[in-house]
C-alpha cells in the first residue's frame, strides 16, 4: 500500500476524519439501526476479536497484523453503514486507506507497548466491545468516550499511557 498522507500532522488530520466520521454515524446508528444491522455489528466484533487474538500471538506477522486491520476496518464501517447515510459511506469508502494505515499504526504501536510493558494483549477491554455496547444500550456520552480512545484523540491507561 502507498501511503501518500504520512507525517505526524496528517496522522492527526486523519484521525479528527475518523472522529469526525465514526462519532456522528455511531451517533446516528444508535437511533436507526435494525437488529439486523447489530447483529452484523456483533458478527464484525466477533471477527475483529478472532483477529485481534491471532495477532496477539505475534505481533511482528505483518499478515496477522494485516488481517487484524482488515477486521477492524470493518467493524468501524458497518457502524458507518448503520447511519444510513450514502455519503458518509462513500467518503469513508474513499479514503479507507488512509483509514487503514491509521488503524495500522494505532493496533501496531499499542500492541508492541503493551508488550514492552510486560501486559497482555487487552482482550475483552478492548474499546470496541464497549462501542458496541453503547450502541445496544443507546449510550451516547459512553459511545463519544470510547471512540476518543479507541482514535488516540484522549489517551487510554494500559494502551497509551503507563504507571
Keep these: 500500500m502507498t501511503v501518500f498522507y504520512e507525517g ?7 484521525r479528527q476524519l475518523r472522529n469526525l466520521l465514526e462519532s456522528e454515524c455511531l451517533c446516528v446508528a444508535m437511533k436507526s439501526a435494525t ?9 464484525a466484533l466477533d471477527n475483529y476479536d478472532q483477529y485481534s487474538n ?4 505475534d505481533i511482528d506477522d505483518p499478515q496477522r497484523l494485516e488481517q487484524v486491520v482488515d477486521a477492524d476496518f470493518n467493524f468501524h464501517y458497518q457502524i458507518i453503514k448503520m447511519s444510513h447515510n450514502e455519503l458518509y459511506k462513500d467518503i ?3 479514503v479507507q486507506q488512509l483509514i487503514r494505515s491509521h ?3 494505532m493496533i501496531s504501536t499499542r500492541a508492541h507497548r503493551r508488550q514492552e510493558q510486560g501486559l497482555p494483549p487487552i482482550g475483552e477491554n478492548d ?10 444500550q443507546a449510550d451516547t ?3 463519544r468516550e470510547a471512540v476518543e480512545g479507541l482514535l488516540g484523540i484522549v489517551s487510554v491507561p494500559g494502551l497509551d499511557e503507563f504507571e
Excluded: P, W
Design 103 to 105: 488503524i495500522t499504526k
Design 8 to 14: 505526524e500532522d496528517k496522522y492527526h488530520d486523519v
Design 54 to 57: 491471532i495477532y496477539n500471538e
Design 35 to 43: 437488529d439486523a444491522e447489530k447483529q452484523k455489528l456483533k458478527e
Design 127 to 136: 474499546l470496541h466491545f464497549r462501542i458496541y455496547q453503547c450502541v445496544l
Design 92 to 94: 469513508y469508502y474513499m
Design 141 to 143: 456520552d459512553g459511545s
